[in-house]
């Protein structure tokens, strides 16, 4: 049974800094290129990051590049996003899946329950 449970978001002033965690089980997480997405109100989910499945490329949204840094942990089958300098439009609820999931459906057709991000005074 394929889990993706995000976790480290929440209210934060905006230039601060924040780092989520993705907990997967159930896939083969080491043969997988991964991604971060997001979701703000009244918009669609959009990619955020994406990582090769051995690190050995990362590919960010263009307003995120020299803000975010996307990284795994294949041992611990675990993603990552560091967050900095963080502005009021990066406010979503971010979710981690497989790469492409946005045309390809998350893995198995699971997405998880996502962690709210809120960058406001």
């Known amino acids: 049974q394929v889990q993706l449970v995000e976790s480290g978001g929440g209210l934060v002033q905006p230039g601060g800094s924040l780092t989520l965690s993705c907990t997967t089980s159930?896939?083969?997480?080491?043969?997988?290129?991964m991604s971060w997405y997001r979701q703000a109100p009244g918009k669609g989910r959009e990619l955020v990051a994406e990582?090769?499945?051995?690190?050995?490329?990362?590919t960010y949204e263009e307003s995120v590049k020299g803000r975010f840094t996307i990284s795994r942990d294949n041992g611990a089958k675990t993603l990552a996003l560091q967050m900095n300098s963080l502005k009021p439009e990066d406010t979503a609820v971010y979710y981690c899946?497989?790469?492409?999931?946005?045309?390809?459906?998350?893995?198995?057709?699971?997405w998880g329950q996502g962690t709210q991000v809120t960058v406001s005074e």
């Open positions: 899946n497989r790469a492409f999931a946005l045309t390809l459906g998350g893995i198995a057709g699971v």
């Open positions: 159930g896939f083969p997480f080491s043969e997988s290129a």
């Open positions: 990582i090769t499945k051995y690190s050995s490329r990362t």
